[in-house]
């Protein structure tokens, strides 16, 4: 392994070499790691009330307990990789992040708070991860390669889900629902390793100059790209949350062709997030394809009204659609939060726009479920795509400038 590039070498463009593929892999593989995690959760759920006799209130908690851990925790952690730099940071919080998950796991079946606090300490400690990772990304990479760079780190999400999703169950028949969490532990402990090891901090040129400039957020271009993110997390999470309940329930497919089909749009969606940083780094921009995406948006959750009410077909094509459209924005938010927020803050920058996109995760099913529950699908999708409509217009197109790192 050659030393780390001299801090004083210039741009990233400058010294990154090879290398920073490398650095991005890691990246990707310990991001996969946490979200194995927090967002793993889920699939215990039918374990869980079989084993423990729990209701689904009393099991949202357990579900919700890592996501809460996460959500307090990253800003905080955020702020440390400005200042400690994103190695040590991101290894710290998955070597207790792994102590905590693997705590979680022989925790006595009894002591419920105890296992909740340790799930929400998991989350906390993951959250290192979810801060860091996209500062160490963008520190390596070059302007006109950070969209496909973001674009791939980007993909860790559904990654570390599907990882989830074919072990976790099984694990929980075999070994124990909670012994199940023993496999994210030792995931997150190999990468602590990894990262502590391979994972070195980027170029930090310019630093002193960009913390004298002060923050960024003293102007509304960020908190508009903040804004506008979070508000498009909402038909994300409308698609992703009801796709498999509607495929079953009102076209009448199966339960495991509609997981399959949920699956394929996942994995193609990732590869769609690399394509759309692909294109904005052609083109120069994060804040127009940006737009344009929302604007899509739009247009496939009416197009998923019109086929509800009138065309059954074109709902189930709107879905499908959907499932690639709504997830394309993500990797382009954070690429802009990071660049505007320049080297002295992108740490805390990124973890403000993680947890604004967090919370509307969060409060998007239950909210979007008690309406499409009460007034039907056609109208809970309408509603859920005036989000797009508030973001095509908060979008900073025009504010967009070149970034100076």
């Known amino acids: 392994m050659t030393s780390p590039p001299d801090a004083t070498a210039g741009t990233p463009a400058a010294t990154a070499g090879s290398r920073r593929w490398v650095v991005l892999a890691i990246g990707v593989c310990a991001q996969a790691s946490a979200c194995a995690f927090v967002y793993g959760a889920p699939f215990l759920v039918p374990q869980l009330r079989d084993t423990l006799g729990l209701s ?41 992040g792994s102590a905590a998950m693997g705590a979680a796991a022989l925790a006595p079946v009894g002591d419920s708070v105890a296992r909740l606090l340790l799930l929400a300490l998991g989350g906390a400690m993951a959250a290192s ?37 074919f072990t976790l169950p099984t694990l929980a028949a075999s070994a124990g629902t909670f012994a199940s969490l023993a496999l994210p532990a030792a995931l997150c402990l190999v990468m602590g390793v990894l990262v502590a090891a391979f994972a070195a901090d980027p170029p930090r040129a310019g630093l002193a100059a960009a913390a004298a400039a002060g923050s960024p957020y003293r102007t509304p271009l ?21 796709t498999v309940e509607y495929l079953v329930r009102e076209q009448g497919f199966a339960v495991a062709g509609a997981g399959v089909l949920v699956g394929v749009v996942q994995f193609v969606g990732a590869a769609g997030r690399i394509g759309i940083g692909w294109w904005s780094d052609r083109v120069g921009s994060r804040m127009r394809p940006m737009r344009q995406i929302s604007v899509a948006t739009v247009a496939v959750l009416a197009a998923f009204a019109v086929g509800d009410l009138f065309a059954p077909w074109l709902a189930v094509a709107a879905l499908v659609v ?14 802009a939060t990071a660049e505007i927020a320049g080297p002295a803050w992108s740490g805390r920058a990124l973890g403000v726009q993680n947890t604004g996109q967090n919370v509307f995760s969060a409060l998007t099913p239950p909210v979007l479920g008690a309406v499409i529950g009460t007034v039907g699908y056609a109208a809970g999708f309408l509603l859920a795509a005036v989000a797009p409509v508030i973001a095509t217009a908060v979008t900073p197109v025009r504010q967009e400038r070149s970034p100076e790192w």
């Open 56 to 96: 689904l209130a009393a099991v949202g908690r357990y579900v919700a307990a890592p996501v809460v851990g996460l959500l307090l925790a990253l800003v905080a952690w955020g702020a440390a990789a400005d200042r400690f730099g994103e190695r040590r940071v991101m290894s710290t919080g998955l070597l207790l």
């Open 129 to 165: 991860v979810f801060a860091a990772s996209g500062r160490l990304v963008m520190g390596w990479f070059p302007r006109h390669e950070r969209g496909v760079a973001m674009g791939v780190r980007q993909t860790a999400q559904p990654l570390g889900v599907a990882v989830a999703g």
């Open 222 to 242: 960020l908190w508009r790209v903040h804004a506008a993110s979070a508000l498009l997390v909402m038909p994300q999470f409308a698609v992703s949350a009801f």
């Open 322 to 335: 959907g499932g690639l459209v709504t997830v394309a924005h993500n990797g382009l938010g954070y690429t």
